[in-house]
């Protein structure tokens, strides 16, 4: 941007002109879209901490001030929320932990080809990702239903990892990728094996990626509903105890069960915020 | 060290998690009885409300103690259970040995050769023979279990109020509602028109509207469907019915009573427990409803036994022999008094509380008026049709006749395209 200077003083350019309004329309286009995203979030919680009346009367509330209990003892007491929770968080922890063990090392592998054939493996992993889940469901559950794994943790984890496992690694082979290899060669120098170089060098820089790579594992195995709705019987997962009460019972009840869904999510986002930054999937280059 | 603490924190709470996963939850009851099949374990699906759940539960266990069997309660919804039960008849791995299913969503479980022949198992002479399920291909698939209709609800102080009474035919219907709305300050009717798949209220109540006027709801464009829709778009474009209807189903219709958005509603008898929870039964009349020009028209809905295909041995006897004592008297007595569900006998009646016991007559009279919808594989798109035509004749108003004609031939060629006969047999 050039300042034309004149005699009669200064030429406002283009952003001159925007500043102003810019500076009075940024905050509230900041709050408005917190406010959009935050308010279905404030709704579950609300309803759960609603009485009937307040939701289902001649005006509802925005705000409720003669909140209730109920619904939360409810669901703890007597809707069997327990062994729901228990399992997802097993399943999705389990899930996350086998899928970056698994996936790491071979995405470091593929981040080393060469790039005609890095290339080429990376689109062939997204490919499996464009096809829905539901086309393959049944023939999956089927399978796995003959090898005996209905009900059990272990299948559910193992179908899990089927939709996980190409994510991560996609993401994965991008943080490698920006690792220089002289680092490897300088750990080698000093007498590092080639496994020792993975775990000691590489893992620790690409930290920040695999962190961030974890969290969408760990976010899709515990939304995941499709798998858990074909191979689950007795054992349900907390979105299918969700489904249970939008299907069976009554809105407090729904929004408390999805309230409790949220909840893991809302913690381990904020433990892991600080590797949510520009640039945490690039992994970090010293030297 | 602080980070060999965190890991060992992290390993503590891993394991206490699979400890858990694995081991915890209530300890297991052990059978008391013996018998031929005690030890036997198999798994009921029944999608209930959460109101009635104690009195299946409670069955159960006397069948445990009566038998040896254990029977664990799960549910699965109607619409997941033909997924649910093609990956378990193709692997032949079953975790579900007994179902009880919506009676509309019967012909895709046959279709798909999903259920077992039942036609050996003797149906008991007190079965009201009107309630024995429909046989396909003159098999029997499917054993009684519990019929159900939609009573309505009226508010008596609101109605007191207004200077009115429960309606008898269409025209006090909207009377009612008329005078309802001037006391209200806006409509205070509400029809259950939220769109669910399959067993949706959607298609219930636009089904009893259409029959009562005499037409047909797998036609959609005859004489007394134009008519029942045009005397619905009237009723809406004049704000006789609450808005809450657009979303106004099963569990929101309970609510909108209590919280008195609604001071006239039709709604499955699980409603009268709610209420009753609530303490606020005494405020309500509940009877059958009103006629239309043709008939009182009440889809029969409910649910019917079935047991998935290749389920064999003991489990298989145990699904019988589970599925007979859900049908016998006690068991019948017993959900008619605990959850207000009409009988599939005609010898398991007189129990029922005083408080529920208007709820019981008014499904009686109902059930007398009770309209079977029909087991076509198209039903679906039937629905879908229906929701397309509550959307631009209800709510934006588009001409009946017009509208329902295209939907008519939609119907008809999803019909055909799925192979059924088309335009169906009379009903």
Sequence with gaps: MSIAVTTKGFRRTRRDRLEVPLKLTFPLWVIGSVLLVLFPIYLIFMVSFAPGSALFGERPQLVVTNYTLQPWKDVFQTGGIMSPLVKSLFVASATTVLAIIIAAPAAYVISRLRPAIRYTVVIGLLVTRMFPEFTIGISV?????KWGLLDTYIGLILAHLIGSLPFIAWILVGTFETIPIDLEEAAHIDGASRMGTLIRVVFPIAAGGIAVASLFVWLYSWNEFLYARLMTTNQLTLPLKVFQAIDRGSSQEMATVAAILTLPIVLIVYFLQRYLRPGALTGAVKG | MRYRWKSLFAL????????VACGGGKAKTTPSASGSLAGTTITFSDSLAESEVAAVQDLLTTFQDQTGVTVKLTAVTAADLPQKLSVEVD??????????????ALATLVDQDLVEDLSDIQIPPEITPALIPQKFDGKQYFLPYRPNVRVTYVNTDRFSAAGVSPPQTVEDYKAVAEKLKAAGGSGKVTLSLADQPDTGPLGVTVSEWVVSY???PLILNDSGSVQAFTFLQGMWKEGDFAKESRLAKYDTEVDYLKGETSWMATNWPFTTAELAGADILDKFNVYEGWKGPARAAHVIGGEVLGIPKGVTGKQKDAAIALAQFLTSKDAQTVLVSQNSWPSVRSDALGEVPAEQKSTFDAIQ?????????????YWSDVEAAMDDAVTRIIYSGEDATTVLNE?????????????????????
């Design chain 1, 141 to 145: 559950a089927t399978q796995f239903a």
């Design chain 2, 12 to 19: 503590a709470t891993v394991l206490g998690l699979v400890a």
């Design chain 2, 91 to 104: 692997s032949g791995q079953h975790t579900i040995q007994l179902f009880a299913q919506d009676n509309l």
């Design chain 2, 214 to 216: 005499g037409g047909d």
């Design chain 2, 365 to 377: 009279v109902a059930l007398a008026d009770g309209w079977y919808r029909p087991n076509v594989v």
């Design chain 2, 407 to 427: 939907e008519h031939n939609k119907i008809a060629h999803a019909a055909k395209s799925k192979g059924a006969t088309y335009p169906p047999t009379a009903t």
